[in-house]
């Protein structure tokens, strides 16, 4: 197995009845959601946050992991959570994000609620109508991290795109599509106004999609993508720490 880089380690952290699930996104790793893991930790809560196969290593062995990878870590870290907690909300960025609602979508009996944070459900980039043959021509295409407004900003993302990995998470996209109106618990939804990596209108395809009659959208007008190494961060934290509260509340 390929050596971690130092800082992309999964975390967790014990805490009270309330779990919370943070999930990182494509390409990226922990890094990016540390400081919204450590601050639902700092507020009494139990934090699971994995290291999806394939990620915080090497973007070749990246491109060596699917869909399936990562959701099976995802649920794994979620049923430590659910072992040792009564009542859990997932949160994630971008593909965890997308990975939040599928769980959301699968298990929202389980649930209490979800976050996501600028989720990618869709792209309109002409490029990927050719990924098909693009992914057996070359391994990968120049990255796309570190989209953060805020000067000294560093998500330790891949140099590279992995195209056989970009393959699978599109097909987690559609999947997640379909199944919106599944989604049935509150969720709140972030997203930011100018986002160089998931086009805004992802925001508002979820909220048009799922059945939740709890559901909100909130712009985040200072932030790229990565929102939650980004001006807005604060933001994020106290009214994901407010709707965890809400929803979870007996």
């Given at each position: 197995m390929t050596q971690v880089m130092p800082g992309c380690e999964a975390w967790s952290a014990a805490g009270g009845e309330v779990g919370v699930l943070v999930l990182h996104g494509f390409t990226g790793n922990p890094v990016s959601m540390r400081p919204v893991a450590e601050a639902m930790a700092a507020a009494g809560h139990a934090v699971e946050m994995p290291r999806l196969p394939g990620h915080g290593t090497t973007w070749?062995?990246?491109?060596?992991?699917?869909?399936?990878?990562?959701a099976r870590e995802a649920v794994a870290a979620y049923e430590t959570l659910r072992a040792r907690t009564g009542a859990q909300v997932?949160?994630?960025?971008?593909?965890?994000?997308t990975m939040a609602l599928?769980?959301?979508?699968?298990?929202?009996?389980?649930l209490a609620g979800v976050v996501a944070i600028n989720p990618s459900l869709k792209s309109s980039d002409p490029?990927?109508?050719a990924l098909p043959v693009l992914k057996h021509l070359i391994p990968g295409l120049k990255g796309i991290g570190n989209d953060i407004a805020k000067?000294?900003?560093d998500e330790k993302?891949?140099?590279?795109?992995?195209?056989?990995?970009?393959?699978?998470?599109?097909q987690l996209q559609g999947l997640v599509r379909e199944s919106l109106s599944a989604v049935t618990i509150p969720?709140?939804?972030f997203t930011s106004r100018n986002d160089h990596v998931v086009e805004p209108e992802n925001g508002a395809l979820v909220i048009d999609g799922i059945a939740s009659a709890?559901?909100?959208?909130?712009w985040l007008e200072r932030s790229y993508h990565v929102a939650t190494l980004d001006y807005d961060a604060d933001e994020i934290v106290q009214r994901t720490l407010a709707f965890i509260k809400r929803v979870t509340a007996n």
């Open positions: 070749q062995e990246c491109n060596r992991t699917t869909w399936r990878d990562w997932a949160v994630g960025l971008s593909m965890g994000g599928h769980l959301a979508s699968t298990r929202g009996d389980d490029r990927l109508k000067p000294g900003g993302p891949y140099p590279k795109v992995p195209l056989k990995a970009l393959a699978s998470f599109l969720t709140l939804v709890d559901s909100e959208q909130v």
